[in-house]
């Protein structure tokens, strides 16, 4: 079903959303109203920080859950959002190599530690079922905007951005694996 409301109502409605967030914060608001974080940034057309210290204003890192679940896979990867003392965001990518299946296992989690990058690194490597571990030897950086001014600017960041630079560095970090590993 569509609902269809004039310009007006449409700004009368971000008006009060908008109202609400400054009153409870970003999240409280959501919660009050009964919308996701997501549904919430999108009908108030409210801008998103990389980093707020304040509770009405978004940060990209409330919402790399929803982000996550949108769309969980890329190219011959896995994504994943796992929550806990810290949140990150997990990659298993799949190769083939000299007739050997590799399982890359790794981390990219975006504005990880109050930073405007986004730090690609390599975990763990399996090859056919055996494991080797690194941990800081192979990794990668790129930066990150600092600002998005709605919803859907961050969505496309993600999707168009965020996920292919991270891709392309974890091709790039398997790469270096077979060169100096192998």
Known sequence: MKIIITENQKNETEETLIDEINERGFMS??????????????????????HSAEENIPMVEDFLEELVNRNNVYNNCKINYESGFISVISWECNFNFDNKDYIVFGYSTPYEDGSYETTVEIGKITIDGDTENFFTELED????????????????????????????????LFDKYIIEYL
């Open 141 to 172: 950086t790129f930066k990150n905007p600092q600002y998005f001014s709605n919803i859907k600017e961050l969505v496309d960041w993600f999707e168009n951005t965020y996920k292919p630079k991270t891709y392309e560095i974890f091709v790039k």
């Open 29 to 50: 608001a959501a919660q009050h109203f009964g919308l996701s974080l997501m549904k919430l940034a999108k009908l108030s057309n409210i801008g998103i920080e990389a």
